[in-house]
């Protein structure tokens, strides 16, 4: 009898612990499948164009003026950027007081990346292709579609108005909305170009926007370690649709 009772008493746990995984699991899958209904997530993707507009974005065109902070000083270029978020950019650059034939090229691949000048064309130091595809992803992030994706997780802080999230093709970023549901601020870390480090960036974005279906800040402010870096400032943009 006392074998028998002690029998029931192991199914009855064992029964409840299969209750309890079966709940658990539901719940994570509930939450997986409403992180793009939360409130937050809602409404910035409303405020950016929204998540059927977003979603369909294919790559990212845009050209410019920018000021390179230096400890020597700053320096002021002409930017022309094509940009297939997470996945290649090719982004041309010179002297404002030059013309673009002499544009210094950066073109990051999946496997690597490579420098061109004057058509000559040099394979890129992996520390510095880590470096710029980090760079870069930001920018796929900005798209806010992501934050849908079933390998990207989100953590939502509704109190700050922020969303951390980590993609698996760039680094976890927390990005920063105003009570409009616009980005204004984001937080990340890359490898320095030598790859001996790692550079801690805020990103500042303006409210004003480029013409558009989507929402894209006209300037972004980068700070590197505290430090002004990267200033860049729209003249054109275009979010090119998938056919």
């Keep these: ?29 509930q939450v997986a499948h409403s992180a793009c209904t939360t409130p937050l997530v809602k409404s910035v993707l409303t405020r950016h164009g929204g998540l059927e507009e977003l979603s369909r974005v294919r790559t990212l065109h845009w050209s410019g003026t920018a000021i390179i902070h230096g400890d020597r000083g700053d320096i002021a270029i002409r930017v022309r950027t094509r940009l297939e978020p997470f996945v290649s950019a090719r982004s041309e650059s010179w002297l404002r007081d030059e013309d673009a034939s002499k544009a210094r090229v950066m073109i990051l691949e999946r496997e690597g990346g490579l420098l061109e000048r004057a058509g000559v064309q040099s394979r890129m130091p992996q520390t510095l292709y880590q470096h710029e595809r980090a760079q870069f992803a930001i920018y796929g992030l900005m798209l806010l579609a992501p934050l849908c994706d079933p390998d990207v997780t989100v953590i939502e802080d509704e109190i700050n108005r922020s969303i951390v999230v980590t993609h698996p093709r760039a680094p976890t970023a927390t990005l920063f909305f105003d009570t409009g549901g616009h980005l204004i ?12 480090a790692q550079v801690e960036q805020e990103f500042r974005f303006a409210s004003e926007s480029m013409p558009g279906r989507i929402h894209w800040p006209r300037t972004v402010h980068i700070e590197q370690n505290g430090k002004p870096y990267f200033d860049l400032t729209l003249e054109r943009f275009e979010a090119v649709a998938q056919p």
């Excluded at 006392?2 to 699991?25: D, E, F, H, K, P």
């Excluded at 601020?185 to 001996?196: E, F, I, Q, T, Y």
């Design 185 to 196: 601020r984001a937080r990340n870390s890359v490898p320095a170009p030598d790859g001996r």
């Design 1 to 29: 009898m006392a074998s028998m009772i002690q029998n029931l008493s192991s199914m009855v746990i064992l029964t409840r612990v299969v209750i309890a995984s079966c709940a658990l699991l539901c719940m994570f899958t």
